[in-house]
């Protein structure tokens, strides 16, 4: 699809109000849905920014990664022949912590081995198997990939549990007087199928209101 999501958002908010009377009344409250997937043709780009963006607020990191980013394009761009080129001291200098750049090297190592799929690969493995191969880069679980299959694949049917704020606004929305844990939440997500990324999207919006 031209919007580059994989699914109808009109059927979408249609099965899920038909389905979760709570939901109805948060898709009414927050309006339209108007998720548009970062575009890119280049999967470590991509997982790049999914790691410095981790445990940071979004104004930070989009000023780190810009470094980063500052910091690559003398050498063709977020590549990761480019980020082999770049010394860790300039790369930390640039804002990654030594966690975060040993997750970007390793990341880079295992895009250039193959372990990591291409764009063009990524969008034709189903998610489980994204999760699966992903998960094997050093500072990727599966929260970076989830983040991943809904920000920039847009995937419709994806549920981040390990999402605090997923949590927080499903314990706010259906009256939990405990924080949820993830198999309850991951139970009632059962009536959103299959457009459960919509469902989270609507959850994170609602923090915002």
């Avoid at 309006?31 to 410095?52: C, E, M, Q, W, Y």
């Avoid at 990341?107 to 250039?112: D, I, N, Q, T, Y």
């Avoid at 998610?127 to 699966?132: K, Q, R, T």
């Amino acid at each position: 699809m031209k919007s580059g999501l994989q699914f109808d958002p009109v059927e979408a908010l249609s099965h899920l109000r038909a389905k979760d009377e709570f939901m109805a009344r948060l898709i009414e409250q927050v309006g339209a849905f108007s998720l548009k997937p970062h575009r890119t043709n280049n999967l470590f780009d991509a997982l790049l920014r999914s790691i410095v963006y981790q445990q940071l607020h979004g104004k930070a990191a989009a000023t780190i990664l810009a470094r980063v980013h500052a910091v690559l394009a003398p050498h063709g761009g977020p590549t990761p022949a480019a980020l082999r080129a770049v010394s860790d001291e300039k790369l930390r200098a640039a804002g990654l912590s030594r966690a975060k750049l040993a997750a970007a090297r390793d990341l880079a190592s295992k895009c250039e081995a193959g372990a990591v799929p291409t764009w063009r690969e990524a969008r034709k493995l189903g998610d489980d198997e994204l999760i699966s191969r992903l998960t094997e880069v050093r500072g990727i679980g599966p929260w970076t990939v989830h983040m991943l299959l809904i920000f920039h694949l847009g995937r419709p049917d994806v549920m981040p549990t390990g999402d605090f704020a997923i949590r927080l606004a499903f314990k706010k929305l259906y009256r939990k007087r405990t924080d949820p844990k993830p198999e309850v939440i991951i139970k009632h997500a059962r009536c959103w199928q299959p457009y459960r990324s919509v469902a989270s999207w609507y959850l994170w919006r609602s923090l915002d209101a």
